[in-house]
Structure formats: structure tokens, C-alpha cells
């Protein structure tokens, strides 16, 4: 499996991140994971979380430094709280609020599926329970990530093997291919996506959806505390999402 070193993992975390006061502008944080995140010519962001996001700071008249920032990274510097920052895209759980504002959502994802290796033999009669519940499962997950209470309750009860990964998707999807692990989770837009778009390294990966999987997360702008409540209220009137 293709992973960050902890080495290049530090570096990571130690690279300067441009002040949330520069200019006036306030800092957010996106990396690129189409079809959510796509960095535009000017270096905004566009896709199904970046352009609704852009269009309510754009709405609320709050002035924006885009900066591209690996998720460890995001998530960091935001439980941190040295600065006024956001991010786009976060899952809104209780853990996270214990350290971070977030406001409305800008997206629901359309529900969660599972990407499999070929001579994975699963059968999408079968309730994802059953399936977390076989033995010697392996699934891949992203570090720092959840999947929502319902598949993070449902893996913490069942506890099958857990890869963590800090790699890109792409190279989950490598992992995946060479059978590292048996299953990854994923929405349903992205899996169609990645397949779509993720050359050899998708190969011949299939996409299934066990019954009863749980509902598509809403996705949401997740901010530092130092972000006042009128800056979030602002955003909240300017987000134009009504599933």
C-alpha cells in the first residue's frame, strides 16, 4: 500500500499556511477531490461541495483566500484554534463540534456504496452488517475521515480488519486493486466518478451497494472558533441548499 511516510507527513504538517487576516480575506481551506473539490483556473473551487461553498461567501460578502491543504492538515489547524479559519466539504459530527463551528449544509450526498476488488464475493442482498460482520474483512478507510455515525458505529461494533490510509484516493484505489483490502466506502457520486475516471488504477474494481446502507452525509463549511457567529449566520443565509 502506497502511504505518506511518516516523514513526508510532518513536512506536511509543517508548512506555513497564509494568515486568516491577509488582505482582509478570510482563509479556507479545500484540497482537490473531484467531483466535490476542482480547482479552478484562479484557484477557487468548483464541483459539487467548492461551488456552492464559493457561492455563499460570495453571497454573504465575505472576502476569501482560497488555500489548497491536505485534510490532517485542515483539520489541525482548525481544532487548534490559533486563527480564523474554514474549510469546505467537513461531515458535521459531535467530536467535531466540540471543536469547530459549522454551518448549513452545502451538499447531501446521494448515499453510500462500497468499492470492491474483483474476486471480492459479495452479494448486495446482503445487509451491510452482515457484510462488516464476515470474518477477516479488510476495508480501506482515509485517515482522519468518518463515514458517518451510522458506518462508524457499525465498524466500531464489528471491528474488521482497518487499513489507514493518508494517501490520495487514487492511491486507495491502487490498494484496492492489488488487494490489500477487500472494501472501501464511498458516495455514490464519487465511486461513479473514480471508476469513470481513475484509469488502471479503478482496473476492474466494481461498485455495489449492500442493502440497507445508510443514508448520503450532508456536507457542510467547517470553521475555527475564532469565525464570530455573525461571519456563520452570514453564510447560513447565503447557502442556497434545501434537500
Known amino acids: 500500500m502506497r502511504l505518506l511516510t511518516r516523514l513526508s507527513l510532518a513536512v506536511l504538517c509543517c508548512l506555513p499556511v497564509a494568515s486568516s487576516q491577509a488582505g482582509g480575506a478570510l482563509t479556507v481551506f479545500y484540497n482537490v477531490r473531484p467531483p466535490y473539490l476542482v480547482q479552478e483556473a484562479g484557484g477557487a473551487p468548483s464541483g459539487l461541495t467548492g461551488t456552492p461553498a464559493r457561492q455563499a461567501f460570495a453571497g454573504a460578502?465575505?472576502?476569501?483566500?482560497?488555500?489548497?491543504?491536505?485534510?490532517?492538515?485542515?483539520?489541525?489547524?482548525?481544532?487548534?484554534?490559533?486563527?480564523?479559519?474554514?474549510?469546505v466539504g467537513w461531515f458535521a459530527n459531535a467530536e467535531r463540534g466540540r471543536?469547530?463551528?459549522?454551518?448549513?449544509a452545502v451538499y447531501r450526498d446521494q448515499g453510500w456504496m462500497v468499492l470492491a476488488h474483483p474476486d471480492f464475493a459479495l452479494d448486495e442482498q446482503l445487509e451491510l452488517e452482515q457484510v462488516l460482520a464476515r470474518p477477516g474483512l479488510r476495508v480501506l478507510v482515509?485517515?482522519?475521515?468518518?463515514?458517518?455515525?451510522?458506518?462508524?458505529?457499525l465498524l466500531a461494533r464489528y471491528k474488521p480488519t482497518i487499513a489507514v490510509s493518508t494517501g490520495t484516493t487514487l492511491q486507495m484505489l491502487q490498494s484496492l486493486g492489488a488487494r490489500s483490502v477487500?472494501?472501501?466506502?464511498?458516495?455514490?457520486?464519487?465511486?461513479?466518478?473514480?471508476l469513470a475516471n481513475g484509469g488502471d488504477k479503478a482496473g476492474r474494481l466494481r461498485l455495489l451497494r449492500p442493502a440497507r446502507m445508510p443514508k448520503g452525509e450532508t456536507r457542510h463549511i467547517m470553521c475555527s472558533r475564532q469565525v464570530p457567529d455573525e461571519l456563520i449566520d452570514k453564510l447560513n443565509k447565503a447557502i442556497r441548499f434545501n434537500r
Open 61 to 87: 460578502g465575505v472576502a476569501v483566500q482560497w488555500t489548497i491543504l491536505p485534510t490532517n492538515r485542515q483539520i489541525m489547524l482548525i481544532r487548534e484554534n490559533n486563527g480564523a479559519y474554514c474549510a
Open 99 to 104: 471543536f469547530a463551528k459549522f454551518t448549513r
Open 142 to 153: 482515509k485517515d482522519k475521515y468518518s463515514y458517518g455515525s451510522a458506518i462508524d458505529g
Open 182 to 194: 477487500d472494501i472501501m466506502f464511498v458516495s455514490a457520486e464519487e465511486g461513479r466518478y473514480l
